[in-house]
């Protein structure tokens, strides 16, 4: 079976292949790997919205099963911010340093017991019959006061995890896999995949 990511995120791309490799049997290919796919502008008002139009159209124009994701940080002190804006919160060519200072400076003056947050990932699966499956994770954490930790990528090393006394950027690749909202999102997409498996 092959399955086309909608992504040209490594980051991403490494933790999904992580979790579909026990299944065994599938091809995982990135959008790098897809000539001339087109460009999805995540233009929808939820991370349901925008991972299934990037699902939909690569299936449409690869003709094979598809998988997207679209995830973000949502901050309860900045009303959900950056949500679906998460990637571009900064503007456009910012980096993640970038963004995470912004949020830390947004978040200078909230106390401690304001500072709750999460990370949500919509998972989106669209066959090229147009049969669509979606699955979503979540991971509660709080908004630490500086960056710490060189691992992960994007808003992790602002992200605070109690049960581990560290970031998300501080903890193991494994680690990261089993509690992430795209590792959690990814347990339940590995078994709708199981599933199309046996049935195809």
């Excluded at 791309?13 to 000539?35: D, N, Q, T």
């Excluded at 997207?68 to 901050?75: C, I, M, Q, R, Y």
């Excluded at 630490?144 to 006394?165: K, Q, V």
């Amino acid at each position: 079976m092959k399955l086309v990511l909608a992504t040209q995120n490594a980051g991403k791309i490494r933790e999904i292949k992580a979790k579909l490799k026990p299944l065994g049997g599938i091809e995982v290919l990135s959008a790098a790997e897809v000539p001339d796919l087109p460009d999805v502008v995540e233009d929808g008002a939820t991370f349901r919205e925008n991972a299934l139009k990037k699902s939909r159209a690569i299936a449409a124009h690869t003709g094979l099963p598809a998988l997207a994701d679209d995830s973000g940080l949502e901050v309860d002190a900045l009303n959900g911010e950056p949500g679906v804006y998460s990637a571009r919160y900064a503007g456009e060519g910012a980096s993640d340093r970038d963004r995470n200072l912004l949020v830390l400076d947004r978040m200078r003056d909230v106390p401690d017991e304001k500072r709750a947050a999460r990370f949500r990932c919509v998972i989106a699966i669209t066959l090229p019959s147009g049969e669509e499956h979606v699955a979503d994770g979540v991971c509660e954490g709080i908004i630490a006061r500086s960056l710490s930790g060189d691992g992960g990528f994007g808003y992790d090393p602002i992200f605070f995890l109690p049960e581990f006394g560290k970031t998300m950027a501080e903890i193991s690749v494994e680690e990261k896999n089993r509690i992430s909202h795209r590792g959690r999102a990814l347990d339940r997409a590995a078994e709708i995949i199981a599933g199309l498996r046996r049935e195809a």
